[in-house]
């Protein structure tokens, strides 16, 4: 077996298990990773956090295929991934706004895994599988679990970071947008305690950071596109050797701004059965949205997680 299945015992989970309306949360731990280029010495990945969901996609993540024309978005989710996604989509093909208005992001852009995750109709890996290339491939996979052939390939990849307590609101909204039922309070501390899909939160941003010789992966924000759109664009051209004129990014900006970006049913995806009150998954935008939205303990709570979690004052620097 290539991943080790641990079931989770912590009394918080336990005792608040119903209220996130998913199928039983379990944490997963790579076993075969010696093919990472990480520069952490003696690194064992930790298990992340998923649903027993996994078990029957296991293969199909590991075999998953990876075209060297493929380019992948990353990220923790919460962390501005479609954001990112509209970008780097626009960037790569030659900013074609009317192609990108005429078909949602999903299709444009596939959720590589969610079938690990989430029941739908078809499975996400062999949705990527037919997808035409070049693909374009989201994922939030931390470094441990991506698919074999991902490190023999290299595709270009985009990792995008996000403050952890603006991840820990938006992540909050989502689920209850979802399934999740219980109160915020309650999903913090749960996020803290590591188990939301995909955490442990800073292992997944420390490892990819931790990378070596992977300069086909391009680290990003979501603080530097809200402050500094116009310089993240231009290293995002850079890295896949386009350019365009003034004009030309104007429009892009605008395309990608808040307002735009929450008035686009292409990327700004509503459940239909929502009612019109509901969160959208486009919801607030902001950088530092959590000072009004998490209660002093609640902040204090994160804070000193990020604290006991990374020690190295360098890495810390990451999430400030
Ligand atoms: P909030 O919930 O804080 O508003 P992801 O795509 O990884 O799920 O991230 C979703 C977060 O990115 C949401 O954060 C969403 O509002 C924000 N976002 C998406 N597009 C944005 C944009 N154009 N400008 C600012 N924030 C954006």
């Not at 949360?25 to 990480?38: E, G, T, W």
């Not at 962390?79 to 208005?101: K, P, Y």
């Not at 949705?127 to 290339?133: L, S």
């Not at 804070?303 to 400030?320: H, Y």
Request: charged letters at 25%; a negative charge; hydrophobic letters at 35%.
């Amino acid at each position: 077996m290539s991943f080790e299945y641990t079931e989770i015992t912590d009394p918080l989970y336990v005792e608040n298990k119903d209220h996130t309306g998913e199928d039983d949360f379990i944490m997963v731990r790579a076993k075969q990773y010696s093919n990472v280029p990480i520069k952490i010495s003696h690194w064992v990945p930790k298990a992340h956090c998923f649903t027993t969901m996994f078990k029957q996609h296991e293969q199909e993540l590991l075999e998953a295929e990876v075209y060297p024309d493929d380019v992948w978005v990353i990220s923790y989710p919460k962390s501005g991934t479609t954001w990112a996604q509209e970008m780097v989509w626009l960037i790569c093909n030659d900013l074609n706004f009317e192609a990108a208005r005429a078909d949602s992001l999903a299709t444009r852009f596939p959720f590589l895994e969610v079938s690990v995750i989430h029941s739908v109709p078809i499975s996400s890996f062999e949705k990527a599988k037919n997808t035409p290339r070049p693909r374009f491939i989201k994922s939030h996979l931390p470094v441990s679990m991506l698919p074999k052939r991902y490190w023999e390939v290299k595709p270009k990849t985009i990792y995008i970071r996000r403050n952890p307590k603006s991840v820990a609101v938006s992540y909050f909204y989502h689920s209850q947008g979802i399934h999740y039922r219980g109160s915020i309070d309650t999903f913090v501390r749960s996020f803290a305690r590591e188990h939301q899909f995909y955490s442990p939160y800073h292992a997944h941003v420390i490892e990819y950071h931790e990378l070596q010789d992977c300069d086909n992966i391009l680290h990003l924000s979501f603080e530097e596109m809200k402050h500094y759109l116009p310089s993240v664009v231009k290293k995002v051209c850079e890295f896949f050797g386009k350019s365009y004129s003034k004009s030309e990014l104007d429009l892009l900006y605008q395309h990608l701004s808040f307002k735009s970006m929450r008035d686009n049913p292409t990327v700004n995806y509503r459940n239909p059965n929502a009612p019109a009150s509901e969160e959208q998954f486009i919801r607030k935008g902001e950088a530092e949205g959590w000072k009004k939205e998490l209660t002093p303990e609640q902040i204090e709570l994160l804070d000193q997680w990020t604290k006991e979690n990374v020690p190295n004052l360098e890495q810390r620097k990451l999430f400030a």
